[in-house]
């Protein structure tokens, strides 16, 4: 719940003061210079000099002026407030700066390097630097960034080269040289940004402050980000899902590998987590997420310039046979398919095209088809009401390129298309593809980038426009009283686990049975069974891996057969407890398990138990906190659906059972996060109305 | 065996004739023509204008002169032999042109539309000149085609504008359209060829004909194919897998989906067949598979460009740690990996770079890195030798990039790396890409798609040096024999499927065993069984779902049960006979099967049996002929390796003894191939010493 104040508490503050953060009607630069080279100098030309129209103050005691322009000795000293100053100098002055600037200046920009990424010495900078921000309200975007450059106002408050065109994609990135590589590539892309900002060590200010910022950011329509590590997991996830019902959110996130881990941390000290949970987490949260470098340009132009599929339905016109056909490969596993035209359309096309040419999806113009083709059919498409349309053209010896792209445009603009172009050339076919994307329509260099772009984008526009309930997680004081008791109690006692009838207990509160046992000693009272057979277990947390070491005997048939079973299992663990259960008829073994990701705390862990878990690799994951009908949506879609569907005339197990057991297990997970592992190997399910039974539970604490 | 010398003939005709169709001193246009527009001009003017010095002869009875040249009312009018004709007169005049012209022209060009695609009349046309060429060994491509060009000879025999750079890349193309966009993408990129080739219909010169012309050509470096389907799909395999050992084939291959495959089918009239086998066909002929048009066209870069890695060990350096980490991720699942250096180089690399800089791979050279810096790690690396080395580059402010290119081109040079460079970014780097392209320098746009290029590439080297031995099938004629008279038996009864009993008898001549098993009557005498228990089924191939029909009993455990279940099965089904069989304890499952592909005739399929087929998809595909050892490699890479393996400490099963079971059925498919289904399942396997045994067997006929 205090989490929740303070999110609610980022929330404000962003309004408030990060646009005086990102788009400031006053500067200043301390550390500025006049000596070639200096980031100093490079960043205070890039303000003074290419069209910001705030105020604008020098700092350096150095100087009294630097070129005509006045220079003042400190922060202070401009006895004005500032919006942002922007901090280049050396890292060990920094926090001096900062402390003598506050009372003029609440957003700082740290440029310097010097922090943690480089070690100890440089971390302990950053906490006091965090520390003092915390104390005083402030706003450090940085340390060892590139800066920010806000295009709208003409703002380039970074030691990156020129102006980019202003736009609406938002550029966030962890990397500096990436920004300064795509920018380079942006330009003759023709895409234009709304902010483009540089996070560095995200000390303080972190992606998810920018996200809230740049959801309410009105120039901005795409937010593109550049991750290597994630600050807050779960904070970042929560911002994001609200983020994305309004704006799509793109990140390529890197760090897929142990070896990659190892190179960011040698780079900006981040944290990267497992990659198939930020794959999942990415997806709960409506991220689209980018491939590679490609990918990620792609995806931003595409939503920079157009709009979302309207619906799942595509239609593609091609003058290139070949290319439609890898078009058509294109749609293979995706959620966008290629529609069927109506039979009256396909009459119509069939008029206008000449008889060799295809009127099914995609349409086949001919390779000599000229633009009266394009736009006839074009026209005629607008009645079909595809979600998105794809227009191919190969540059044949007759074909007007240039012609056939103002068409597209013109149609496009008057029928509110969405609408994206793959024409597949190169000197022939530049100044069409430069018509096309000076008029906001984005071309891609083959037809399976166009189709799998479209797709995540459509998958977006899905997720933006489902009502998607916040999870809130309420804790049940009762219940963690209780278990906390039966942890503490463990703990104290030194040991290192619950035993398996505190286990049991534990998941009790929690809705999850392991059905009937009793714990005896060996030499102690028998209990009275009248359902045999039984399995007698040393119930130890000292003896884990019970089946190894003797500690099980299964099929115990009649009270006679357990009192040999006692005696045997005190002899080999004296003085230990034994758990007696009824012998269960396995049926389907199930395995869950809290897994804790660096990133985004406790993952749950579920898939098909025994040999399946690692040959198969019949696993999901699911983030808490979730709600019950979102679980069942998950399991019912996840690898083990199959169960769950009653696939091969087989009755079908219960998932609403199955998800309420999963609930339990995420309201554990977040009411207990300092235990050190869990899982319950097996838990039986069954589909001939017996229960669920959690047949071993460990809890290591 | 008469298929064998075929392809010896083929080869033969490749290395004397196809060279004068390809590579010719003179050439012939039939429907040569002066009308603006016209596919006779065309090609005319790109033939005498683009500066081919070979003999041109026009071919238009309308004509005396065309321009200032000759023109000859037909093919033989000419009375000198020429090495090829190309014609481009309606489809009802091809015929004839080419029965006048064969007297003097051995080798056609047919570019004109009209043949199979348009169906059944096209067919025909295509039916008389197949027959023609046959009597006369004519060679002829397409029709349907755009022609071919001879960069080396400046030799434009197409409709496609222009004359591209020669070079060493061969591009071979079902679809021309695409040829004609990707030559146009091809000139900006500086790739050179040695061959473009239209192939159209495949009438009859087909892919595998001009991959062994261009296994020949010395001017052919790479071959780059587009294809849609494949005419003969076990010549091409044969054929591909000898031309890998040589030079890299690279392919795209469309028509991947239900859907394309309909486009397909009204482009070009090829068969598609099932995308899955396409993959294993490929792999196992060497052929490197292209995803997309981008990724095609970067292998073809890549290999013209560049070396092959020279072992899987690969160096990376950077001038950007995102695009290092971003470089690192591209690396997983691959089979090239980032070298480890070692200590000495470590050292020697941290004394020329800043203390701030990464000397583990990928080496960070920071975002200020001069020429220098890529040069003296470039030179040292040397000494480590790195199978390939990638450059990464984002051209920060004070990146020199065109020097950095040039630093990069000479090292390569002087030390004959392999290298690849990854510069990211537009305008600024344009100038040191095109450097690197005009130095035979391949640049990528992202760290991603240059390791996967790098990937195929090298997984084409160890492809090409390992040693395959060809695998010929030789039949044994008394199988063979025996096999056949059985199904002739079960044919002339009207029978659809052969009885348990023919079946098993089949297999045993495969040597494939099913256990013992006595046939009775329910009326009949009783077989002296000693063990039990026993099944019995109903052995008739009128009763395939024998369990669903109520035809089996299981369990029988001694004489007495058996005689009722007989009784019992009589009752059920009168006059049939009935099999019985030992109860067989089951062990692992497994399903085995022939699927019979469009392309590659039949496919063995063998998977995990139960509901493990279908659910887990545990199911891969092998592609006969194969030798017992080539099978048991495959399978113990296969996708249940881990039941040869002994995954999780259980006894691995016999892989030895599979592969010979999966060997007797691919003799079999091979010498059965007009059976119309054939499956084992389950076939029981044990790793106790008890031998596997194919529980029941079907076979369609």
Not at 393 to 409: G, N, R
Not at 483 to 491: P, T, Y
Not at 504 to 532: C, Q
Request: overall charge positive; proline content about 3%; some cysteine.
């Amino acid at each position: 719940m205090a989490k929740g104040h303070l999110n609610f508490y980022c929330w404000m503050k962003t309004k408030n003061t990060y646009q005086k953060l990102f788009s400031p009607q006053s500067i200043a630069i301390v550390g500025a210079s006049n000596k070639k080279g200096k980031i100093g100098t490079i960043i205070a030309e890039n303000i003074s000099k290419l069209g910001y129209k705030g105020k604008t103050y020098l700092i350096n005691p150095a100087y009294k002026f630097l070129g005509f322009k006045r220079c003042y000795p400190s922060l202070s000293a401009v006895k004005k407030e500032i919006d942002v100053a922007i901090i280049c100098v050396p890292a060990k002055f920094v926090l001096g700066v900062v402390k003598e600037g506050m009372q003029n200046v609440k957003n700082f920009v740290i440029i310097s390097a010097g922090f943690s990424e480089i070690g100890a010495e440089g971390a302990k900078r950053e906490q006091e630097l965090i520390a003092l921000a915390k104390k005083n309200n402030l706003n450090i975007l940085g340390p060892n960034c590139l800066g920010f450059i806000n295009p709208i106002v003409n703002l380039n408050a970074s030691f990156a080269a020129g102006m980019p065109k202003a736009g609406n994609v938002a550029f966030v990135s962890q990397s500096g040289a990436l920004i300064v590589g795509l920018l380079d590539k942006a330009k003759e892309e023709h895409m234009g940004f709304s902010n483009v900002i540089s996070i560095g060590n995200q000390m303080q200010v972190d992606e998810a402050d920018i996200l809230e910022y740049l959801a309410e950011d009105k120039e901005t329509k795409v937010i593109g980000m550049y991750l290597e590590g994630i600050k807050d997991g779960s904070r970042f996830l929560k911002v994001a899902k609200k983020v994305s019902q309004k704006k799509p959110i793109v990140i390529l996130k890197a760090g897929k590998t142990e070896q990659a881990q190892k190179a960011i941390s040698s780079h900006t000290g981040a944290l990267a987590g497992s990659d198939e949970i930020v794959d999942v987490a990415f997806k709960s949260a409506g991220i689209i997420r980018a491939d590679n470098l490609d990918d990620f340009f792609a995806l931003l132009g595409l939503i920079s310039f157009t709009d979302a599929p309207k619906n799942g339905q595509m239609a593609v016109i091609t003058n290139a046979g070949g290319a439609g056909v890898l078009a058509t490969d294109a749609f293979k596993n995706k959620e966008i398919a290629l529609m069927e035209f109506s039979q009256k359309a396909k009459e119509n096309f069939a008029k206008q095209l000449p008889s060799e040419s295809s009127v099914h999806n995609p349409i086949d113009l001919l390779g000599d088809a000229g633009a009266d083709r394009y736009q006839n059919i074009l026209e005629m498409l607008k009645k079909e009401n595809p979600g998105s349309t794809i227009c191919i053209l190969t540059p044949q010896q007759q074909t007007p390129v240039e012609e056939i792209a103002k068409i597209i445009t013109s149609v496009k603009e008057k029928n509110k298309m969405s609408l994206a172009a793959v024409f597949i050339g190169g000197e022939r076919i530049k100044n069409g593809v430069l018509h096309l994307k000076q008029n906001n329509i984005p071309n891609f260099s083959n037809p399976e980038s166009c189709v799998r772009a479209l797709d995540q984008y459509y998958r977006w526009s899905i997720f933006a426009n489902e009502k998607t309930d916040e999870q809130k997680y309420a804790a049940n004081a009762d219940c963690k009283k209780i278990v906390s008791n039966i942890i503490k109690n463990a703990r104290e006692q030194k040991r290192g686990a619950l035993s398996f009838s505190e286990a049991a207990n534990v998941m009790l509160e929690y809705g999850i049975d392991s059905g009937s046992f009793w714990i005896v000693s060996a030499d102690g009272e028998k209990p009275e069974i009248k359902e045999f057979p039984v399995v007698a277990k040393i119930d130890s947390d000292k003896v884990l891996h019970k089946s190894d070491k003797q500690g099980v005997i299964l099929n115990i048939k009649n009270s006679g057969e357990l009192e040999e079973a006692l005696k045997a299992l005190g002899q080999n663990f004296p003085g230990e407890k034994v758990l007696v259960q009824p012998m269960q008829q396995k049926q389907v073994e199930i395995i869950l398990g809290i897994k804790k990701d660096d990133i985004f705390g406790p993952v749950i862990v579920y898939g098909l138990g025994g040999i399946y878990t690692e040959i198969f690799h019949m696993a999901d994951f699911l983030l808490p906190p979730m709600s019950e009908a979102e679980i069942k949506k998950q399991v019912l879609s996840g690898k083990i659906r199959f169960l769950f569907q009653g696939a091969r005339g087989q009755k079908a197990y219960d998932a609403e059972e199955f998800s309420k057991i999963i609930k339990g297990i995420m309201d554990f997970a977040l009411e207990n996060s300092d235990i050190d592992g869990f899982d319950i190997n097996p838990l039986f399910i069954y589909n001939d109305g017996r229960k669920a039974s959690a047949v071993d539970i460990k809890i290591i604490i």
